[in-house]
């Protein structure tokens, strides 16, 4: 069974790279923080008596959900501000829904700042080819080479089987890759 510590080590060294999976996902700030902190309050509230070894699938699970709920929320949320935007004619527009993120793409990192520059490029294009793939694809992609999990763990976090894993896999390494070279750079 994790300990207060264990669960509370494990939280804070996944928090990055969660924000960065609720990031790409949403695309928004605000609504990725609230992701992340809704996923890390799930698994503190309902899974802390689980072995520590099992938190790491358990949080990706959470956090895949949470990011799926918000886009069912958004989705009636939606229907119901446009159904009511119809009925007042002056109603004004919020915002842009894709406002571009701002990562700092260089930092912590040695090299040359022509060096640091090349691969905070780099990083950007990629994270706009992964803005850029379907969900599902986007989804597997950042659990099996950022979150680095084997194929039998993507599977039981996305909820499919691994021949799906490999399917999405293949799919978005493809479409990243053919992005990359409309650019110029040969992955």
């Known amino acids: 069974l994790a ?4 669960l509370a080590d494990f939280l804070a060294s996944v928090e990055r ?3 960065k999976q609720a990031l790409f996902a949403v695309r928004e700030e605000q609504a990725a923080l609230d992701i992340v902190q809704d996923a890390m309050l799930k698994l ?3 899974y802390a008596s689980k072995p520590a070894g099992e938190l790491p699938l358990l949080f990706q699970r959470i956090l895949q959900n949470t990011i799926r709920d918000h886009f069912r929320r958004q989705r009636v949320r939606n229907l119901w501000t446009t159904l009511l935007s119809s009925l007042s004619p002056d109603a004004e527009e919020d915002s ?4 571009r993120m701002n990562v700092d793409h260089g930092a912590n990192r040695e090299g ?6 090349e691969r905070a490029e780099l990083a950007g294009m990629i ?3 992964l803005e850029r793939l379907p969900p599902r694809q986007r989804e597997a992609f950042l659990l099996r080479y950022w979150e680095e999990l084997d194929l039998a763990e993507t599977a039981v976090a996305m909820g499919c089987s691994e021949g799906s894993v490999k399917t999405h896999c293949s799919r978005a390494t493809h479409a990243v890759a053919a992005y ?8």
Do not use: C, I, K, S
């Open 3 to 6: 300990t207060q510590t264990e």
């Open 112 to 117: 040359t700042p022509a060096e640091q520059f």
């Open 17 to 19: 790279r969660a924000y």
């Open 127 to 129: 994270g706009r080819a």
């Open 180 to 187: 990359l070279r409309e650019r110029g750079v040969n992955p």
């Open 44 to 46: 503190a509230d309902r």
């Open 96 to 99: 842009d829904p894709l406002e």
